[in-house]
């Protein structure tokens, strides 16, 4: 039996790798300071592993995967699945760290960054075909200026990609 298409985020290892690099890296360093400085001590040493344990948590990136209808993320602790051949409504949030909140006609909601769907075109293309079928049964009340944000981002990625690969840029 074939299995179901599907996709998923192709730089989440690296992220990861990134993440607990500089969770474990950071901390080191701040031991090594301490150390070289004479003011090492066991509670310091210990507020040190605590910020390293913070950082690992807070830079874990999310694992994205879809297959026709669901998306899935996958946090270090949490799991959150929204139907997106019945998406509700798309919102882009800026901050720190720009997220796009999917939420469903049940209620379930996910949040992805945007530049997992730019750097992954299986993913965003499943996404698309799905957005498409919400938005012909009628089920999506909003988010038309944020797939059209999000789309501008994806071609711009694309373009620098095939700028990049050609020589051009």
């Given at each position: ?46 507020l040190w592993t605590g ?7 807070v830079l874990w990136p ?108």
């Open positions: 039996m074939k299995p179901p298409p599907g996709a998923w985020n192709g730089e989440w290892a690296a992220d990861a790798r990134a993440a607990a690099g500089i969770a474990l890296g950071f901390p080191l360093l701040l031991v090594g300071v301490d150390t070289a400085a004479g003011s090492i001590s066991g509670t310091r040493a210990l910020l390293g344990l913070v950082l690992f948590a999310a694992k994205v995967s879809a297959v026709p209808g669901l998306l899935t993320t996958r946090g270090l602790v949490r799991r959150h699945h929204v139907h997106t051949d019945r998406l509700a409504s798309v919102n882009w949030h800026d901050g720190i760290a720009q997220r796009l909140l999917l939420e469903d006609t049940d209620g379930n909601r996910a949040e992805v960054d945007p530049r997992v769907f730019a750097a992954n075109p299986p993913l965003w293309h499943l996404l698309d075909r799905d957005i498409r079928t919400s938005l012909s049964h009628g089920t999506m009340r909003d988010g038309q200026q944020a797939l059209r944000r999000l789309s501008r981002t994806i071609d711009r990625e694309a373009s620098r990609t095939v700028f990049k690969v050609s020589g051009l840029g």
